[in-house]
């Protein structure tokens, strides 16, 4: 499935949850999106990682305000229905479980993109005529994560940690006052550390 590596987009492939924002393969620009539920408000989204509320403060709340890393978690759970009492929120429970180190070393990569060669250019006549000058363009779309994980002490203390660098390129549709084509530029880099002590 053509979709983007984040839990907002991960979210919309549950039958019966839209999205304000279709990402194709990370062609957002790794924006959040906001994803309802039973005709839930954008607002009404429940963002925890390992049970704990990271919703934002600003605004109403309907973001985390930071982006995520999906090599640190070890699984998310999507709740759209009996939501419990401790969730002021009615529309979808996002729940990320992070991963942590055990008693082997263990690691794993991702390596995905594309470049302008991958796509198909859909400028035509009528276009042209009806005013659009250029068509949006892919110039690069890379998404590189490492993880890696295992003991410091066995049996009583983990190591974990995660690195993802994101860059998407693209030259927007139409020109800019001077004739040169807007270019929307984005790049996100993740840098995550965990330890775990058995007490």
Known sequence: IPNARNVFQQATLI???????YDIGGTQGHQEATVRVHGSQSADQN??????????PFGDGRTMGVYLNDGMFEEVSFQTSALPAEMAQGGIAFNMVLRDGGNQFRGFGYLGGSTSGMQSYNLNDELRQRGLP????LIKLYDANVSFGGPILRDRLWFFG???????????????PDGSRPLDDNKITDLMGRLTLQV
């Open 15 to 21: 039958p019966g949850v839209p999205s304000d924002r």
């Open 47 to 56: 963002f925890k990682i390992d049970g704990m509320s990271v919703n934002s």
């Open 134 to 137: 250029e068509a949006a363009d």
């Open 162 to 176: 995660s690195h993802r660098y994101q860059r998407f390129d693209q030259y927007e549709a139409g020109l800019n």
